[in-house]
Antibody, heavy 122, light 109 residues
């Protein structure tokens, strides 16, 4: 069955960096785009970034553009989110989520991981 | 930037009743709308995509309708597991960009 498992969350000081990982299994990983979506405590959902099935294209929300970088390793079925210059407002649970249509990055998210909490605090 | 508005913020209903949730877009998004269900401490679950298509494994009591700027999620005959938060989401055709609505909470009356 399709599984996405995030790791790498934790507490970090403002201005510092953190890298999240998403391990995928149970589907043809090399055919699907993968997204990161975050949810601040008690708040709604915010899309963060998407990477195309082959890793050639990446797109970002304006709120993270220039600070976050999404990447993938198709050999090991992994997706990463490198987060630099972290701010208090980046505090959230971060989910990785698969785009439902193969080879199409602009598609809703049909499978989600359990989430990884990132807390930015001094 | 497209803004999504959901109403009502909270819907208090009893099991067996029907629920009608609304999502309005600030501009025409054709049928590029999805609905998600989220329970506390859990990841969201895709219910509906392209405004009216049920995702894999979603019961028939969930249905979506609408196009352009006005969309509706209807849940018929509410079951206990349906009490949750519901979010709508729009997607730009290209480049990819996604926006979520603020959510509607469906709770037990």
């Amino acid at each position: 069955q399709v599984q996405l498992v995030e790791s790498g969350g934790g507490v970090v000081h403002p201005g510092r960096s953190l890298r999240l990982s998403c391990a995928a299994s149970g589907f043809t990983f090399t055919s699907y785009p993968v997204n990161w979506v975050r949810q601040s405590p008690g708040k709604g959902l915010e899309w963060v970034a998407v990477i195309s099935y082959d890793g050639s294209q990446m797109f970002y929300a304006d709120s993270v553009k220039g600070r976050f970088t999404i990447s993938r390793d198709n050999s090991n079925h992994m997706v990463y989110l490198q987060m630099n210059s972290l701010r208090a407002e980046d505090t959230a649970v971060y989910y990785c989520a698969r785009g439902r249509t193969p080879h199409d990055s602009a598609t809703p998210f049909d499978y989600w991981g359990q989430g990884s909490l990132v807390t930015v605090s001094s | 930037e497209i803004v999504l508005t959901q109403s009502p913020a909270t819907l208090s209903l009893s099991p067996g009743e029907g629920a009608t949730l609304s999502c309005r877009a600030s501009q025409n998004i054709r049928t590029y709308l999805a609905w998600y269900q989220q329970k506390p401490g859990r990841a969201p679950r895709l219910l509906i995509y392209d405004a009216s298509k049920r995702a894999t494994g979603i019961p028939a009591r969930f249905s979506g309708s609408g196009s352009g700027t006005d969309f509706t999620l209807t849940i018929s005959n509410l079951e206990s597991e349906d009490f949750a938060f519901y979010y709508c989401q729009q997607r730009d055709d290209w480049p990819p960009n996604f926006t979520f609505g603020p959510g509607t909470k469906v709770d037990i009356k």
